[in-house]
Protein backbone atom coordinates (compact mmCIF):
# COMPACT_ATOMS: atom_id res chain seq x y z
CA UNK A 1 0.00 0.00 0.00
CA UNK A 2 1.46 3.33 -0.66
CA UNK A 3 1.74 6.03 1.53
CA UNK A 4 -0.49 8.70 2.41
CA UNK A 5 0.20 11.49 -0.10
CA UNK A 6 1.82 14.91 -0.05
CA UNK A 7 0.64 17.37 -2.47
CA UNK A 8 2.71 19.62 -4.88
CA UNK A 9 0.95 22.47 -6.78
CA UNK A 10 -2.28 20.79 -5.35
CA UNK A 11 -1.97 17.27 -7.00
CA UNK A 12 -1.17 14.41 -4.85
CA UNK A 13 2.59 13.50 -4.81
CA UNK A 14 3.43 10.41 -3.81
CA UNK A 15 6.74 8.39 -2.74
CA UNK A 16 9.05 8.32 -5.66
CA UNK A 17 7.24 10.49 -8.00
CA UNK A 18 8.87 13.06 -9.75
CA UNK A 19 6.82 16.33 -10.71
CA UNK A 20 7.75 19.87 -12.51
CA UNK A 21 6.05 23.24 -12.73
CA UNK A 22 7.71 26.07 -14.87
CA UNK A 23 7.97 28.81 -12.44
CA UNK A 24 8.87 32.02 -14.70
CA UNK A 25 9.72 32.82 -17.81
CA UNK A 26 10.86 35.64 -20.85
CA UNK A 27 7.00 37.03 -20.19
CA UNK A 28 8.19 38.10 -16.42
CA UNK A 29 9.19 41.67 -16.50
CA UNK A 30 12.38 41.16 -14.93
CA UNK A 31 14.38 41.35 -17.57
CA UNK A 32 14.55 38.43 -20.10
CA UNK A 33 17.58 36.90 -18.21
CA UNK A 34 16.56 34.44 -15.24
CA UNK A 35 19.84 33.20 -13.48
CA UNK A 36 20.80 31.59 -11.42
CA UNK A 37 18.16 30.60 -9.13
CA UNK A 38 18.42 29.66 -6.03
CA UNK A 39 15.77 28.03 -3.43
CA UNK A 40 15.09 28.00 0.19
CA UNK A 41 12.66 26.84 2.73
CA UNK A 42 11.26 28.97 5.18
CA UNK A 43 10.19 28.01 9.08
CA UNK A 44 6.74 28.61 8.41
CA UNK A 45 6.46 26.10 5.42
CA UNK A 46 6.91 28.87 2.52
CA UNK A 47 8.76 28.21 -0.39
CA UNK A 48 11.05 31.15 -1.51
CA UNK A 49 13.50 31.73 -4.01
CA UNK A 50 15.75 34.37 -5.76
CA UNK A 51 17.35 35.11 -9.06
CA UNK A 52 18.99 37.97 -10.70
CA UNK A 53 17.59 39.46 -14.20
CA UNK A 54 17.65 42.13 -16.71
CA UNK A 55 18.78 42.19 -20.38
CA UNK A 56 21.87 40.05 -19.93
CA UNK A 57 24.94 38.17 -18.18
CA UNK A 58 26.57 41.40 -18.55
CA UNK A 59 24.15 43.81 -18.49
CA UNK A 60 24.43 46.86 -15.96
CA UNK A 61 21.03 47.17 -15.07
CA UNK A 62 20.08 44.03 -13.73
CA UNK A 63 18.41 43.08 -10.33
CA UNK A 64 18.09 40.55 -7.60
CA UNK A 65 14.61 39.84 -7.28
CA UNK A 66 12.83 37.34 -5.02
CA UNK A 67 9.44 35.32 -4.92
CA UNK A 68 7.46 33.01 -2.71
CA UNK A 69 5.53 30.43 -2.44
CA UNK A 70 3.23 30.37 -0.05
CA UNK A 71 2.40 26.74 2.37
CA UNK A 72 -0.55 25.46 0.94
CA UNK A 73 -1.14 27.63 -2.08
CA UNK A 74 -0.20 27.27 -5.66
CA UNK A 75 0.99 29.88 -7.53
CA UNK A 76 4.42 31.96 -7.04
CA UNK A 77 4.25 35.59 -5.99
CA UNK A 78 5.45 38.04 -8.13
CA UNK A 79 9.05 38.68 -8.19
CA UNK A 80 10.18 41.80 -5.98
CA UNK A 81 13.63 43.39 -6.55
CA UNK A 82 15.78 42.96 -3.60
CA UNK A 83 19.10 44.33 -4.28
CA UNK A 84 20.19 46.83 -7.25
CA UNK A 85 22.84 49.05 -7.74
CA UNK A 86 22.23 51.64 -10.40
CA UNK A 87 25.97 52.01 -11.62
CA UNK A 88 27.04 47.91 -11.65
CA UNK A 89 25.86 44.78 -12.31
CA UNK A 90 24.54 42.46 -9.73
CA UNK A 91 23.84 38.33 -9.84
CA UNK A 92 24.16 35.49 -7.81
CA UNK A 93 21.58 35.60 -5.30
CA UNK A 94 21.67 33.25 -2.68
CA UNK A 95 18.98 33.10 0.54
CA UNK A 96 18.95 31.30 3.56
CA UNK A 97 16.96 31.17 6.64
CA UNK A 98 19.11 30.28 9.66
CA UNK A 99 18.38 28.43 12.77
CA UNK A 100 17.98 31.86 14.61
CA UNK A 101 15.01 32.64 11.81
CA UNK A 102 17.09 35.43 10.24
CA UNK A 103 17.21 35.31 7.04
CA UNK A 104 20.27 35.71 4.59
CA UNK A 105 20.40 37.38 1.47
CA UNK A 106 24.06 37.07 -0.36
CA UNK A 107 24.70 38.59 -3.78
CA UNK A 108 27.30 39.58 -5.80
CA UNK A 109 28.56 43.33 -7.26
CA UNK A 110 30.54 43.50 -10.27
CA UNK A 111 32.67 46.38 -10.62
CA UNK A 112 34.14 45.71 -14.37
CA UNK A 113 33.43 43.60 -17.46
CA UNK A 114 33.93 40.60 -15.82
CA UNK A 115 33.26 38.31 -12.33
CA UNK A 116 36.54 38.26 -11.62
CA UNK A 117 35.89 42.41 -10.52
CA UNK A 118 33.34 41.33 -7.92
CA UNK A 119 32.76 41.32 -4.65
CA UNK A 120 30.19 39.88 -2.05
CA UNK A 121 27.26 42.22 -0.56
CA UNK A 122 24.41 40.75 2.10
CA UNK A 123 20.96 41.78 3.71
CA UNK A 124 18.83 40.28 6.19
CA UNK A 125 15.18 39.60 7.24
CA UNK A 126 13.79 39.35 9.97
CA UNK A 127 10.38 38.49 9.05
CA UNK A 128 10.65 35.82 6.87
CA UNK A 129 11.47 38.41 3.49
CA UNK A 130 8.67 40.66 3.42
CA UNK A 131 11.23 43.42 4.19
CA UNK A 132 14.75 43.30 4.23
CA UNK A 133 17.93 45.46 5.63
CA UNK A 134 20.36 47.56 3.78
CA UNK A 135 23.08 46.51 1.66
CA UNK A 136 26.13 45.49 3.69
CA UNK A 137 29.69 43.78 2.91
CA UNK A 138 30.54 40.56 2.81
CA UNK A 139 33.87 40.06 1.15
CA UNK A 140 35.58 43.36 -0.36
CA UNK A 141 37.62 41.35 -1.59
CA UNK A 142 38.30 41.72 -5.57
CA UNK A 143 37.19 38.13 -7.39
CA UNK A 144 35.41 37.12 -4.01
CA UNK A 145 31.89 35.60 -4.98
CA UNK A 146 28.66 33.12 -3.89
CA UNK A 147 26.78 30.90 -5.50
CA UNK A 148 25.44 28.09 -2.71
CA UNK A 149 23.52 28.71 0.74
CA UNK A 150 26.06 28.30 4.14
CA UNK A 151 25.68 25.27 6.44
CA UNK A 152 25.49 25.21 9.87
CA UNK A 153 28.19 23.44 11.82
CA UNK A 154 27.84 20.76 14.58
CA UNK A 155 29.84 23.62 16.81
CA UNK A 156 27.17 25.67 15.66
CA UNK A 157 28.72 28.14 13.52
CA UNK A 158 27.66 29.17 9.59
CA UNK A 159 29.78 27.98 6.91
CA UNK A 160 29.10 30.05 3.79
CA UNK A 161 30.66 28.38 0.59
CA UNK A 162 31.96 31.40 -1.61
CA UNK A 163 35.28 31.33 -4.31
CA UNK A 164 37.63 34.02 -5.82
CA UNK A 165 37.60 33.98 -9.61
CA UNK A 166 40.29 35.34 -11.37
CA UNK A 167 41.25 36.15 -14.78
CA UNK A 168 39.63 38.71 -17.96
CA UNK A 169 38.20 35.72 -20.20
CA UNK A 170 34.55 35.48 -19.77
CA UNK A 171 34.69 32.26 -21.35
CA UNK A 172 37.26 30.74 -19.41
CA UNK A 173 37.63 30.03 -15.25
CA UNK A 174 41.18 30.79 -14.53
CA UNK A 175 43.32 27.78 -13.28
CA UNK A 176 44.54 29.93 -10.12
CA UNK A 177 40.40 30.18 -9.33
CA UNK A 178 40.10 28.79 -6.18
CA UNK A 179 36.93 27.38 -3.11
CA UNK A 180 37.01 29.29 -0.19
CA UNK A 181 35.02 29.38 2.94
CA UNK A 182 33.59 31.92 5.18
CA UNK A 183 32.54 31.88 9.01
CA UNK A 184 29.94 34.16 10.70
CA UNK A 185 31.95 35.36 14.03
CA UNK A 186 29.00 35.55 16.59
CA UNK A 187 30.31 38.69 18.21
CA UNK A 188 31.42 40.76 15.43
CA UNK A 189 28.86 39.54 13.00
CA UNK A 190 31.44 39.90 10.32
CA UNK A 191 32.31 36.58 7.74
CA UNK A 192 36.00 35.73 8.07
CA UNK A 193 37.93 33.68 5.72
CA UNK A 194 38.68 29.61 6.44
CA UNK A 195 40.20 27.31 4.02
CA UNK A 196 40.85 27.11 0.62
CA UNK A 197 40.69 24.83 -1.99
CA UNK A 198 43.15 24.62 -4.76
CA UNK A 199 43.28 22.63 -7.91
CA UNK A 200 45.21 21.87 -11.07
CA UNK A 201 42.90 23.57 -13.12
CA UNK A 202 41.00 25.37 -10.67
CA UNK A 203 37.62 25.40 -9.24
CA UNK A 204 34.38 27.47 -8.04
CA UNK A 205 30.84 27.21 -6.65
CA UNK A 206 31.87 24.70 -3.92
CA UNK A 207 28.97 22.73 -2.45
CA UNK A 208 29.73 21.82 1.22
CA UNK A 209 28.74 19.22 3.69
CA UNK A 210 29.70 17.68 7.39
CA UNK A 211 29.68 14.22 7.74
CA UNK A 212 31.70 13.46 11.28
CA UNK A 213 33.15 16.18 13.98
CA UNK A 214 35.66 18.19 11.39
CA UNK A 215 34.81 15.94 8.64
CA UNK A 216 33.55 18.02 5.80
CA UNK A 217 33.69 17.45 2.11
CA UNK A 218 33.18 19.78 -0.71
CA UNK A 219 32.26 19.38 -4.30
CA UNK A 220 33.31 22.15 -6.63
CA UNK A 221 32.95 23.44 -10.23
CA UNK A 222 35.87 22.72 -12.71
CA UNK A 223 37.83 25.18 -14.09
CA UNK A 224 38.80 25.91 -17.56
CA UNK A 225 36.41 26.47 -20.64
CA UNK A 226 33.42 25.12 -22.41
CA UNK A 227 34.79 23.28 -24.98
CA UNK A 228 34.33 19.91 -25.59
CA UNK A 229 37.72 17.66 -23.45
CA UNK A 230 37.82 14.45 -22.35
CA UNK A 231 39.09 15.32 -18.60
CA UNK A 232 36.32 17.68 -17.13
CA UNK A 233 35.22 16.34 -13.63
CA UNK A 234 34.36 17.86 -10.98
CA UNK A 235 36.74 18.38 -8.41
CA UNK A 236 36.43 16.88 -4.69
CA UNK A 237 38.42 18.43 -1.25
CA UNK A 238 38.19 17.77 2.29
CA UNK A 239 38.62 19.29 5.51
CA UNK A 240 39.82 17.51 9.03
CA UNK A 241 39.54 20.10 11.20
CA UNK A 242 36.34 21.73 10.65
CA UNK A 243 37.53 23.79 7.54
CA UNK A 244 40.98 25.50 8.70
CA UNK A 245 42.63 23.56 5.95
CA UNK A 246 41.63 21.72 2.58
CA UNK A 247 43.11 18.73 0.66
CA UNK A 248 44.25 19.57 -2.69
CA UNK A 249 41.31 19.53 -4.95
CA UNK A 250 41.31 16.74 -7.44
CA UNK A 251 39.16 14.75 -10.09
CA UNK A 252 36.09 13.27 -8.69
CA UNK A 253 34.17 10.28 -10.26
CA UNK A 254 31.79 13.14 -11.72
CA UNK A 255 31.83 14.57 -15.42
CA UNK A 256 31.75 18.28 -15.09
CA UNK A 257 30.85 20.70 -17.98
CA UNK A 258 32.08 23.91 -16.13
CA UNK A 259 28.42 24.17 -14.43
CA UNK A 260 27.78 24.43 -11.05
CA UNK A 261 26.35 21.85 -8.43
CA UNK A 262 24.27 20.86 -5.17
CA UNK A 263 25.65 19.18 -2.80
CA UNK A 264 23.37 18.36 0.35
CA UNK A 265 22.79 16.27 3.24
CA UNK A 266 19.81 14.91 3.79
CA UNK A 267 17.60 14.45 6.85
CA UNK A 268 17.90 10.74 6.65
CA UNK A 269 22.28 11.47 6.68
CA UNK A 270 22.71 10.23 3.18
CA UNK A 271 24.13 12.76 0.60
CA UNK A 272 22.77 13.96 -2.47
CA UNK A 273 24.77 15.28 -5.70
CA UNK A 274 22.78 17.17 -8.67
CA UNK A 275 24.81 17.76 -11.56
CA UNK A 276 25.54 17.64 -14.93
CA UNK A 277 26.49 14.35 -16.44
CA UNK A 278 28.29 15.59 -19.26
CA UNK A 279 31.94 16.64 -19.90
CA UNK A 280 31.14 19.36 -22.48
CA UNK A 281 26.81 19.95 -22.14
CA UNK A 282 24.36 21.09 -19.39
CA UNK A 283 22.42 18.12 -19.99
CA UNK A 284 21.40 15.67 -18.30
CA UNK A 285 20.79 17.19 -14.57
CA UNK A 286 21.25 13.98 -12.75
CA UNK A 287 20.97 13.56 -8.84
CA UNK A 288 22.74 10.87 -7.57
CA UNK A 289 22.70 9.48 -3.99
CA UNK A 290 25.07 8.17 -1.31
CA UNK A 291 24.33 6.36 1.39
CA UNK A 292 27.91 6.06 3.12
CA UNK A 293 29.08 9.27 3.41
CA UNK A 294 30.52 9.39 0.21
CA UNK A 295 32.28 6.14 -0.16
CA UNK A 296 29.94 5.15 -2.85
CA UNK A 297 27.53 6.63 -5.45
CA UNK A 298 25.11 3.51 -6.07
CA UNK A 299 22.54 5.01 -7.37
CA UNK A 300 21.38 8.37 -10.35
CA UNK A 301 19.01 9.27 -11.94
CA UNK A 302 18.30 11.83 -14.65
CA UNK A 303 16.25 15.09 -13.34
CA UNK A 304 15.85 16.72 -17.11
CA UNK A 305 17.46 15.17 -19.84
CA UNK A 306 16.84 16.23 -23.45
CA UNK A 307 19.40 16.60 -25.58
CA UNK A 308 19.51 19.89 -27.19
CA UNK A 309 18.42 21.74 -23.86
CA UNK A 310 21.23 23.15 -21.13
CA UNK A 311 20.18 22.56 -17.42
CA UNK A 312 22.37 24.89 -15.53
CA UNK A 313 22.71 26.04 -11.54
CA UNK A 314 20.66 23.61 -9.81
CA UNK A 315 19.35 24.91 -6.46
CA UNK A 316 17.74 22.45 -3.85
CA UNK A 317 16.72 22.07 -0.25
CA UNK A 318 15.21 19.32 1.39
CA UNK A 319 11.75 20.73 3.53
CA UNK A 320 10.16 19.24 6.80
CA UNK A 321 8.34 16.47 4.52
CA UNK A 322 11.58 14.85 3.41
CA UNK A 323 10.87 16.48 0.15
CA UNK A 324 13.63 18.00 -1.92
CA UNK A 325 12.74 21.04 -3.96
CA UNK A 326 15.23 21.91 -6.83
CA UNK A 327 14.98 25.23 -9.03
CA UNK A 328 17.31 25.55 -12.04
CA UNK A 329 17.36 27.34 -15.51
CA UNK A 330 16.90 26.55 -19.26
CA UNK A 331 16.32 27.77 -22.68
CA UNK A 332 19.85 30.56 -22.38
CA UNK A 333 18.74 31.34 -19.34
CA UNK A 334 15.24 32.70 -19.15
CA UNK A 335 13.45 30.01 -17.78
CA UNK A 336 13.01 28.77 -14.04
CA UNK A 337 12.05 25.77 -13.29
CA UNK A 338 11.21 23.95 -10.38
CA UNK A 339 11.44 19.87 -9.35
CA UNK A 340 10.15 18.09 -6.69
CA UNK A 341 10.97 14.54 -5.56
CA UNK A 342 12.29 12.25 -2.65
CA UNK A 343 15.04 10.08 -1.81
CA UNK A 344 13.04 7.31 -2.92
CA UNK A 345 12.48 8.78 -6.40
CA UNK A 346 16.45 8.42 -6.96
CA UNK A 347 16.92 5.26 -5.92
CA UNK A 348 14.66 4.21 -8.40
CA UNK A 349 17.11 5.11 -10.69
CA UNK A 350 14.18 5.15 -13.78
Excluded at 156 to 180: H, I, W
Aim: glycine share 10%.
Amino acid sequence: MKAAPLYFLGIALFAGELRFERVFGPEVPTGRYKHPACITGFHNGDLYLVYYGGAGEYAVNTGVFGARLKKGETQWSRPKLLAHDPFRSVGNGVVWQAPDGVVWLFYVVRYGDTWSTSRIQGKISRDNGETWSDSFVVSDKQGMMVRNKPIVLETGAYMLPVYLETGQDTENVGPDSTSRFLVLNSKTKQWEERGIIRSKKGNIQPGVVQVAKDYLIAYCRRGGGYGKVSDGWTVRSESHDGGKTWSQGVDSKFRNPNSAIEFLKLKSGNLVLIFNDSMSSRTPLVAALSKDNDRTWSVQRNIAAEPKQSYAYPSAVQTADGKIHLVYTSDSRTVIHHAVFDEECVQSGK
